[in-house]
């Protein structure tokens, strides 16, 4: 019999967005200032894996139709090495790396910033923002009533401004909502939507071309269709891990669903909306975030019996998901459980995983997990273990967190540590409700002698500034000035880089760079750092598009910067197509939409359902 989970029992997105106080004057943006944007894509072939090139996609081509063929449930057990897919798939670094001491900002009472080490300072540097660039954007959006939704994974001087921003208007504006929101890729679109009904007349999407296509989607099934949504670059801003969709290989692996009576396919939301679309023609499909993957599958195992679910296309978290299901299994009522922890038997299973899964569904769901094997990040098989023996050895007592995305090593660790509540693994969002949570544990303790957290940083560096946020804001909350915050990002001194006409290390004279990331910010060099599609987003960028649309509207709609803002505009790859006889807009958009049902209900809507069982 089928059930519908309860939302308490499953990490769910949340959208905690960031500020700064105290002004520190800046002149051109971060990147622009250093040099960094020319030198980071100079240098594409480090590594050498690194391209910015889209592979041969699969799709519709230049025809008007083609043939179809709370918390985090994972967070309270322990990970031993074992052997599983995810192993199979992680790989030692091509070369040497000597770690001993990753760089990291010490989050200190009153708000204080500390950083160690190049690449923290170049993050901190920016962390306080100038007051005259945020009052003067601030007046700018308010003027032509534009709204901004960017993803986390900004820049820190772009995070810095926007969120000062946010606070800007929250003093001044008598709007219900900023015209600034810091969030996932999902919640994007739905800010996008509250300043469209608050009378926005054009939105500023900061991410990578797909947030962009998405969020224009979701403003269009809400009746904003109309208005504009602007990237920050006129040039494609790719993303490896969604390419990695695109290719006819993904199609050939869909196809391969065609001769099982009940298939699933449970596609990561980070995608195109051309992807969906051919996966929708090819085979019953469902989007899914990194904070309701495990939910989703959990619950479309219990209600279709003898469920095949495929999985793509990041590979490292479908492989994580089967680690996730093996641990349990291996910890169940017969299993080898640490002294003190509960095992996970059917009662536990049915209390914290899913009220209609046991040990036996358990182990059914694992078998039907059909992951596709070629959807990594371009360089996230170079995942150094040099860096995680050195998290290991040097970093015992750090706290440690990680995305679902990264590679077997580091999520090994953070799953060892889960066990006694000190680590997690999970979405964006899961990694900054537990360093939130852990930080006010201790700040509410009234501890007299002084203490510094430990977190080790296993997602993208960007992340830093909503973590700064929040850290600060509940340390000057409790008014405790004995607990410190230090936030460790697990990158190795190989994995930044000079620009050009520099001549040492200190960030003094010197661009400090990470060096080439992939989709969630794990370096060719072995650690956590930045994404460089993400980084193609700056200050000067986001001024010069607001600065188009203001003459543009001056100008009444027309003039050069009409004709220059289609540019900026999102891919628009599948409008007028049909696949099948069906518009590719609605094949696309159809798993999104399936996804915000389940995330209401609980459950997998009928018409999904109905598809699955070989429904029309």
Not at 9 to 35: D, N
Request: proline letters at 4%; glycine letters at 8%.
């Amino acid at each position: 019999m089928s059930s519908c989970s309860s939302s308490s029992r499953f990490a769910t997105a949340a959208v905690i967005s960031a500020s700064r106080r105290g002004p520190m004057k800046i002149g051109k943006s971060m990147m622009q200032q250093r040099g960094l944007t020319s030198t980071l894509f100079r240098h594409r072939n480090i590594g050498g894996t690194f391209a910015t090139s889209s592979p041969k996609r699969f799709g519709m081509g230049n025809d008007e139709s083609a043939e179809s063929g709370a918390r985090s449930p994972f967070a309270s057990f322990s990970y031993p090495i074992m052997n599983t897919r995810a192993l199979s798939s992680a790989a030692t670094a091509a070369f040497d790396q000597s770690v001993d001491v990753f760089p990291s900002l010490v989050i200190g009472a009153n708000g204080t910033i500390e950083p160690q080490g190049s690449f923290a300072e170049a993050q901190a540097q920016f962390l306080e923002p100038d007051e005259d660039e945020v009052k003067t954007l601030s007046e700018k959006l308010l003027s032509v009533n534009m709204g901004i939704v960017a993803h986390y994974y900004m820049d820190v001087e772009l995070q810095g401004v926007l969120t000062a921003v946010q606070k800007e208007q929250q003093l001044t504006s008598n709007k219900k909502n900023p015209t600034v929101a810091i969030a996932d890729s999902l919640a994007m679109g739905d800010y996008a939507v509250k300043m469209c009904e608050e009378g926005a007349e054009a939105i500023a999407c900061l991410g990578v071309d797909f947030m962009s296509e998405s969020v224009a989607t979701i403003m269009a099934r809400n009746g904003f269709g109309h208005v504009p949504v602007y990237r920050l670059n006129a040039n494609p801003i790719g993303c490896s891990l969604a390419e990695s969709a695109e290719r006819e290989s993904y199609r050939a692996w869909l196809n391969t669903a065609k001769n099982d009576a009940s298939a699933l396919h449970v596609v990561y939301i980070n995608t195109s909306l051309e992807t969906k679309a051919v996966s929708t023609s090819i085979v019953p499909t469902i989007t899914c975030t990194s904070s309701n993957v495990l939910a989703t599958i959990l619950q479309a195992s219990s209600q279709i019996p003898d469920l095949k679910i495929l999985y793509g296309p990041d590979t490292y978290m479908g492989d994580n998901l089967v680690t996730m299901i093996d641990s349990i299994l291996e910890h169940g009522k017969d299993g080898q459980c640490a002294a003190g922890e509960e095992p996970w038997d059917d009662a536990r299973i049915a209390r914290d995983l899913h009220p209609a899964h046991d040990t036996a569904s358990l182990k059914r769901l694992r078998d039907s997990i059909d992951v596709y094997p070629s959807g990594n990040c371009v360089v996230h098989h170079m995942f150094g273990a040099e860096v995680v023996s050195a998290v290991k050895r040097n970093y015992d007592d750090a706290y440690v967190t990680a995305h679902l995305e990264v590679p077997g090593e580091m999520f090994e660790i953070a799953m060892e540590k889960s066990l006694a509540d000190k680590g997690v693994v999970g979405s964006t969002s899961d990694i900054l409700k537990f360093i939130s949570r852990k930080v006010a544990e201790a700040a509410e303790d009234n501890a007299t002698e002084c203490r510094r957290l430990k977190f080790i940083l296993g997602t993208e560096a960007g992340m830093v500034t909503s973590i700064v946020k929040s850290v600060r804001e509940i340390l000057g909350r409790t008014g405790n000035d004995k607990i410190e915050a230090e936030i460790v990002f697990p990158v190795s001194s190989d994995a930044v880089m000079a620009a050009d006409g520099s001549t040492d290390q200190s960030t003094g004279g010197l661009a400090i760079v990470p060096g080439v990331a992939g989709g969630e910010g794990c370096s060719t060099a072995g650690g956590c750092a930045t994404c460089p599609f993400m980084k193609m987003n700056d200050l000067d960028a986001l001024n010069d598009v607001v600065d188009m649309v203001m003459k543009q509207k001056a100008n009444g709609g027309a003039g050069a910067e009409a004709a220059e803002l289609k540019a900026f505009l999102p891919p628009n790859r599948v409008q007028g197509k049909m696949i099948g006889g069906v518009s590719a807009v609605e094949l696309g958009s159809e798993p999104i939409l399936f996804m915000r049902q389940f995330m209401q209900e609980k459950c997998l809507p009928e018409a999904l359902v109905k598809k699955i069982n070989g429904g029309i």
